[in-house]
């Protein structure tokens, strides 16, 4: 058995943004991660879809050392 401490999951930055869709006001604090169509077919990512894939392949990466 390994004494090696488990390394924590990466942890997203939190941004809260609040809509209001048929009256109800709702707070989504990680909305920076939605990426439109367009960022998601562009051939070069802008700065914004970087940060989100970067952040995905640190997550990847945890789950694939974890499992």
């Known amino acids: 058995m390994s004494t090696e401490p488990l390394h924590s999951p990466p942890k997203?930055?939190?941004?809260?943004?609040?809509?209001?869709?048929n009256?109800?006001?709702r707070t989504d604090e990680y909305a920076w991660m939605r990426l439109t169509e367009e960022q998601r077919?562009?051939?070069?990512?802008d700065a914004h879809t970087r940060q989100v894939i970067d952040h995905l392949t640190k997550e990847n990466a945890y789950a694939e050392q974890e499992l």
Do not use: L, M, T, Y
């Open 12 to 21: 997203p930055v939190r941004d809260p943004q609040s809509s209001v869709v």
């Open 41 to 45: 077919n562009a051939k070069a990512p």
């Open 23 to 25: 009256g109800v006001e």
